[in-house]
């Protein structure tokens, strides 16, 4: 590698250990990622009822988890395609401007700023394809549905509800303070800051 770098001179050489190690680096990291899958800690659950309280509080864990990722993953492919390409365009210019060094410096510069947004961009698109397949409990209200345990006039039971194509079950309690028995169908009304849905009997 010592022999290598010999050859060039200068701003040169310092281009082509940011370009080599950069390059490496990345595309490490990338293939580790591919064969890694992800290792945010987050899994779907594919069964056809899901319960709401503990699969909404999952959701909000995962979410920190992966945005945590997201920002160390951010952090060192940007550092690492930032060097990639300050690498290779600068030592680029230099062959092209006959070794104007400040003109490629600046090049160089830019295009790694470049590649460093570039790249957030694609994780926030990322990020936000991930987020769009959570479910938000209070797009239940209005929403009909069946009482799945009686819900007693002054206490909880669950109701059994469809939010966003999925069916889901919700710990419930009743609007007007009078049992609502298992099988009654039921329209939620409000959401309380626990996720707990007030419903009212559908007559």
Known sequence: MIAF????EGLEKLFMVCAVAGGVLFAVRLVLQFLGGDTGGHHDISSPVDVG????H???????????LSFKLLSFQGLTAFFMMFGLVGLAMMRQTDGQEILSLVVALAAGLVTVWVIGLIFRKAGGLQSSG???VRNAIGHEGEVYLS???AGIGKTKITIQDRLRIYEAVSKDKTEIKTGQRVRVVEVTPQDV????KIE
């Open 5 to 8: 770098l010999e050859q060039f």
């Open 197 to 200: 849905l007030v419903v009212e």
């Open 58 to 68: 999952g959701d909000t864990a995962a979410d920190g988890s992966d945005a945590y």
């Open 151 to 153: 819900i007693p006039g």
């Open 53 to 56: 309280g503990t699969d909404i």
């Open 134 to 136: 959570n479910i938000d």
